[in-house]
T-cell receptor, first 116, second 111 residues
Framework: DGGITQSPKYLFRKEGQNVTLSCEQN?????MYWYRQDPGQGLRLIYY???????QKGDIAEGYSVSREKKESFPLTVTSAQKNPTAFYLC???????????????FGPGTRLTVT | KNQVEQSPQSLIILEGKNCTLQ??????????LRWYKQDTGRGPVSLTI?????NTKSNGRYTATLDADTKQSSLHITASQLSDSASYIC??????????FGAGTTVTVRA
């Protein structure tokens, strides 16, 4: 999992509660990402950050929020506004934005969130 | 809309046999194509990254090919091992921040 840690591995919450997923990297990467993975679907981008104190919405940002106060940390909050929060959440990082360049994107081990 | 389609959805092979996974994409303009291996309940791990000018790339028993004209890629696994049981994800990027992910092919290797 290459220097990216996510905690906890499993998380259970009641509907209507906000929950924050942790993501930390010690790779000195500028870019960090949050993805959501659902069965039978490709990973979908929630938010990404190119640099500290900057972040941008991805394809499915509604009901989620992030912060990037430190280079190594990019926590994701799943709010009660997210209609279907139960999913596997993956954090990733790369030295810079991975899309236009061949930069390696390293993924964390993931957090499985279950909301009932 | 940029799309990445993978086939088959799943396959079962016997240990020691070879297999080939397919990836077709409509992403444009194309920048690079990646193959990842994802073990159950874990994060994806990169196998190969190929640019427009590369048509084949190997990583041990994994060989990826790319035909940018037909927008197709394949991942060949040689002499499969039980540890190859995983989901294999094709990812294509355009000239922006975004990576387009396929849904993956689940490979099960049986002894």
């Amino acid at each position: 999992d290459g220097g990216i840690t996510q905690s906890p591995k499993y998380l259970f919450r009641k509907e209507g509660q906000n929950v924050t997923l942790s993501c930390e990297q010690n790779l000195n990467h500028d870019a960090m990402y949050w993805y959501r993975q659902d069965p039978g679907q490709g990973l979908r981008l929630i938010y990404y950050s190119q640099i500290v104190n900057d972040f941008q919405k991805g394809d499915i940002a509604e009901g989620y929020s992030v912060s990037r106060e430190k280079k190594e940390s990019f926590p994701l909050t799943v709010t009660s506004a997210q209609k279907n929060p139960t999913a596997f959440y993956l954090c990733a990082s790369s030295i810079a934005l991975a899309g236009p360049k061949n930069y390696e994107q390293y993924f964390g081990p993931g957090t499985r969130l279950t909301v009932t | 809309k940029n799309q990445v389609e993978q086939s088959p959805q799943s396959l079962i092979i016997l240990e020691g046999k070879n297999c080939t996974l397919q990836c077709n994409y409509t992403v444009s303009p194309f920048s690079n194509l990646r193959w990842y291996k994802q073990d159950t309940g874990r994060g994806p791990v990169s196998l190969t990254i190929m640019t427009f000018s590369e048509n084949t790339k190997s990583n041990g028993r994994y060989t990826a090919t790319l035909d940018a004209d037909t927008k197709q890629s394949s991942l060949h696994i040689t002499a499969s091992q039980l540890s190859d049981s995983a989901s294999y994800i094709c990812v294509v990027s355009a000239h922006d921040y975004k990576l387009s992910f396929g849904a993956g092919t689940t490979v099960t290797v049986r002894a």
